[in-house]
């Protein structure tokens, strides 16, 4: 079938691409199935280096590229790494799925893609999710790709958030 020249040509793109565009490249063939979570493993034995850090880095349930970076600059940074696209509720039922979330502490990381300011309707949703998501006592940090500019303020934001609620880990 067509998955096996995929991989192959993903081997040989992992093999020249930065770490950060070999994961993103990875958990975007996961999502579009392109790829499968069992080649994702065959990957672990591939005689790389390179290859295998992507593969141990890849996830499924990314929605972007720019969401896979987000996540990699929190893990980098030592962090505890969130779960992906979680449904997150309260007393009245489910309130939406959040990008990131550290489930320990109840931080939520949204990525805000330009469709979220250009589109009305996605506008007024986001705003009612986080209208919702802040009445259940949840963090929600809101990230743009100008934060994608500034990973350190980025994760400093972050780690701030996970200590006020109780994350112990160093700045």
Same mark, same amino acid.
Do not use: N
């Given at each position: ?12 793109? #992992? $093999? ?6 070999? &994961? ?5 063939? $996961? /999502?579009?199935? $392109?790829?499968?979570?069992? !080649?994702?493993? %065959? ?6 280096? @390179?290859?295998?850090?992507?593969? +141990? ?9 720019? %969401?896979? +970076?987000? =996540?990699? @600059? ?8 969130? =779960?992906?696209?979680?449904? $997150?509720?309260?007393?009245?039922? &489910? ?8 489930? +320990?502490?109840?931080?939520?990381? *949204?990525? *805000? ?8 309707? !996605? ?5 009612? +999710?986080?209208? /919702?998501?802040? #009445? ?5 940090? =809101?990230?743009? @790709? ?14 701030? #958030? ?10």
């Amino acid at each position: 079938g067509p998955i096996a020249p995929v991989f192959d040509a993903y081997v040989e793109f #992992a $093999l020249e691409a930065t770490l950060c565009d070999a &994961v993103a490249v990875g958990d975007a063939l $996961l /999502r579009k199935k $392109l790829m499968t979570p069992k !080649q994702v493993e %065959e990957l672990l034995t591939v005689e790389h280096p @390179a290859v295998r850090a992507a593969a +141990k880095a890849m996830r499924v349930g990314a929605h972007s590229v720019r %969401e896979t +970076k987000v =996540r990699l @600059a929190i893990v980098t940074a030592g962090l505890p790494e969130p =779960r992906l696209q979680v449904s $997150l509720g309260d007393g009245q039922g &489910v309130i939406g799925d959040v990008d990131l979330y550290f489930e +320990k502490y109840g931080v939520v990381v *949204e990525y *805000e893609g330009d469709q979220h300011r250009t589109s009305k309707s !996605q506008w007024q949703k986001d705003l009612d +999710k986080y209208e /919702r998501l802040s #009445a259940a006592r949840f963090h929600v940090i =809101r990230v743009t @790709a100008q934060d994608l500019h500034d990973p350190q303020a980025l994760i400093t934001r972050i780690h701030d #958030a996970l200590r006020s609620r109780g994350y112990r880990g160093r700045r």
